[in-house]
């Protein structure tokens, strides 16, 4: 996790096209200087970042069955529930599915686990279109690359 770059998602784990689900890992960062206001003494992952770590293993699924050709946007978060706390140094599972995709949207369902136990979950939309410029697109193939992405699932120029 690199969350001075808001880069939330270590390495992806699985990743089911037919299924239309993925499932990644994240490391919580032992030490990151968040956790010095969020909470002096009690350091806990803050939800919305635990939110974003969802949005964007969703949004990971989102480019694979869109063939990396357009980009996705963080449009609504419904229903987000925190059911337990994430302590520095611990490891994230987060999976996402798809419960509906169409007309420019798309909708998953997405959940954080630690050690299999369920620490929050979500539903978020999503809206989507073509990569705006070839700058993103770079830096998303990098990232890509970064995260364990399988390249055949990127469509190139």
Same mark, same amino acid.
């Given at each position: 996790m690199q969350? /001075?770059?808001? +880069? $939330?998602?270590?390495r992806? %784990?699985?990743?089911?096209?037919? /299924?239309? %689900?993925i499932t990644v890992e994240a490391q919580v960062p032992t030490h990151n200087t968040i956790f010095e206001g969020h909470? &002096?003494?009690?350091?806990?992952? &803050?939800?919305?970042?635990?939110? /974003?770590?969802?949005? +964007?293993t969703s949004g990971w699924l989102l480019l694979a069955l869109m063939k990396f050709e357009r980009m996705p946007f963080l449009a609504a978060v419904k229903q987000a529930k925190?059911?337990?706390?994430?302590? &520095?140094? /611990?490891? $994230?599972t987060v999976d996402a599915s798809i419960l509906h995709e169409g007309s420019g949207y798309a909708i998953t369902e997405a959940k954080v686990r630690v050690a299999g136990k369920l620490r929050c979950n979500s539903t978020i939309t999503f809206s989507h279109i073509p990569f705006p410029n070839p700058d993103l697109r770079g830096h998303m193939d990098a990232v890509a690359r970064r995260i364990g992405f399988p390249q055949q699932a990127i469509a190139h120029d």
């Open positions: 969350l /001075e770059y808001f +880069q $939330l998602i270590d992806i %784990t699985d990743l089911n096209i037919g /299924e239309r %689900t909470f &002096p003494g009690y350091p806990i992952m &803050p939800g919305v970042l635990l939110i /974003e770590a969802m949005a +964007q925190m059911r337990g706390f994430v302590s &520095p140094g /611990e490891m $994230l």
